[in-house]
């Protein structure tokens, strides 16, 4: 479950892809793998995928409990050996790292 809180110390990682519409189901069915693989690893606590309505984003929002333990399930042999083609058929990758600053709950 998301921890979407401010000072909880759980680092973010939004990633926006721009796909073409035609692969962006192709492209969720890969993240989704890498999403079963980033569940498995030190520090995870949640992961979500997005798709928009028009096909041409996806957007990755995952949290660990710290940054060092998400670069390194990041960079592992093993994560970069099994998807390698994803740069391939994705338009532009563009992960960031944010920090909560405020909620607002009904």
Known sequence: ????????????????VDVD???QE??????????????QQPGFVSISLHRSRDGSHVVNYVQSTDREKLV???HSP???????????????????LYEVVLVEES
Do not use: C
């Open 72 to 74: 390194a399930a990041h």
């Open 26 to 39: 192709e492209v969720l069915q890969l993240m989704s793998e890498r999403a079963h693989y980033m569940a």
């Open 1 to 16: 479950m998301p921890e979407i809180h401010e000072g909880n110390g759980v680092v973010t990682q939004i990633t926006t």
């Open 21 to 23: 519409p035609d692969r």
């Open 78 to 96: 093993e994560f970069r050996k099994r998807w390698p083609q994803f740069g391939k058929i994705a338009d532009e990758i563009d992960p960031s």
